[in-house]
């Protein structure tokens, strides 16, 4: 599947070949935000390190956003639930691998919680409410969806889809995150920390600076300006 991010990288290239700049504006009316309920249920910490991993859309912009909450500690872009011999970029990027884009978070639960996190995604993260696609890319790699690493989170996540779908917080589309199973494969270096080594690449411009910015505005106190290695 071609995708803008695909297209916006090729724009640039040929741009600066030609001494131009091709840069995207600096938000986009495609983007919402939505300030979803406290969830009512978490998982209990134990220790001083934990992992999440989600999807939804560009790990690009999933790094991003969980990079400058407080309490992150790391975050990988990869691959989750297809398998590893073909957890590639080009590979999954065919679709016909069962791979989702998506970020392994290691994150202090004693500083932001499996719930805490969940409520970042499901608010300025991604919009929850697309089907195989998020934002101009389209495909079942761009799926939003949870691979819990544990009973717990699988529990606390399936709790707050229905609490999310009860108070129709994004109104009356449905919620289309699934719960899956899987394991995580981290993508290529070049995608690893991209949105904090290119902020004036077009698609980060674009799509993924209005959700940092959204994160800073709607959760301030989770506001980290720093970026977690």
């Not at 407080?70 to 297809?82: D, E, N, Q, R």
């Not at 699988?154 to 889809?161: D, K, L």
Request: one cysteine or more; aromatic letters at 10%; a positive charge.
């Amino acid at each position: 599947m071609t995708t803008v991010r695909r297209l916006l990288t090729g724009a640039a290239v040929i741009g600066a070949a030609l001494g131009i700049a091709v840069l995207a504006p600096l938000a986009s009316a495609a983007e919402r935000t939505v300030l979803v309920p406290m969830p009512n249920a978490d998982v209990a910490p134990q220790g001083n390190a934990a992992t999440a991993v989600l999807a939804g859309g560009c790990f690009w912009g999933m790094e991003a956003v969980f990079s400058h909450v407080k309490g992150v500690k790391s975050v990988t872009s990869g691959y989750a639930g297809g398998a590893a011999k073909d957890a590639d970029y080009e590979t999954v990027s065919t679709e016909t691998t069962r791979h989702a884009e998506a970020v392994k978070i290691t994150y202090d639960p004693r500083v932001v919680s499996y719930a805490t996190l969940l409520r970042v995604y499901f608010s300025v993260a991604h919009n929850p409410t697309e089907v195989n696609r998020q934002g101009p890319d389209s495909g079942t790699s761009y799926r939003t969806a949870i691979f819990p690493q544990s009973a717990d989170q699988a529990r606390v996540a399936r709790a707050y889809i229905a609490q999310i779908g009860a108070a129709k917080s994004w109104g009356t589309a449905p919620i289309a995150t699934k719960i899956e199973s899987g394991g995580f494969f981290p993508a290529e270096a070049y995608h690893q920390d991209f949105a904090r080594k290119n902020p004036n690449h077009g698609y980060i411009r674009m799509w993924d600076a209005p959700k940092i910015a959204a994160l800073q505005a709607t959760f301030p106190k989770l506001w980290s300006p720093g970026w977690a290695s």
